[in-house]
């Protein structure tokens, strides 16, 4: 069961499978941005929080075929690792609150296999590939 101040969040977006890529990666850019957005009072609220590559977290994929995760920093600590979207979104979140204009991209190839990674003006950095998405 959550804690109290816990907020579960769900969705099924039944006509997601009929948009197109461009289409697709919108949605899902919009729904990083609400995380990178919860991540941002987190961190501002709780200051002592590790920074993301100091936390010890590491990378996992969402399995294919469950419900797809959309964990913020407290999730991730419990969880000790997670998916693309979740690194993009802690580490975008630390950077907007250390002052940097910093965002999540998404980037796909299909519209249906999605990877999320952080710009910094002209910069990406890819947590995911940091914390061992590739070994």
């Known amino acids: 069961?959550?804690?109290?101040?816990a907020y579960a969040?769900?969705?099924?977006?039944?006509?997601?499978?009929?948009?197109?890529?461009?289409?697709a990666a919108a949605v899902v850019k919009s729904l990083v941005d609400a995380l990178t957005a919860t991540n941002v009072g987190y961190l501002?609220?709780?200051p002592r929080t590790p920074a993301l590559y100091d936390s010890g977290v590491y990378y996992c994929h969402d399995e294919r075929g469950r419900e797809r995760q959309w964990w913020d920093i407290?999730?991730?600590?419990?969880?000790?690792?997670?998916?693309?979207?979740?690194?993009?979104?802690?580490?975008?979140?630390?950077?907007?609150?250390?002052?940097?204009?910093?965002?999540?991209?998404v980037t796909t190839t299909d519209g249906s296999l999605f990877?999320?990674?952080?710009r910094l003006g002209s910069t990406?950095?890819?947590?995911s590939a940091l914390l061992?998405?590739?070994?």
């Open 44 to 46: 501002r609220s709780h």
């Open 1 to 5: 069961m959550l804690p109290m101040s």
């Open 124 to 127: 990406i950095e890819d947590p």
């Open 115 to 118: 990877h999320v990674v952080v």
């Open 9 to 23: 969040f769900s969705a099924r977006l039944g006509a997601f499978g009929g948009l197109n890529s461009r289409e």
């Open 74 to 105: 407290p999730m991730v600590l419990a969880n000790r690792c997670a998916d693309c979207k979740a690194l993009a979104a802690w580490r975008a979140a630390e950077l907007i609150n250390m002052g940097y204009a910093a965002e999540p991209v």
């Open 132 to 135: 061992g998405m590739h070994g």
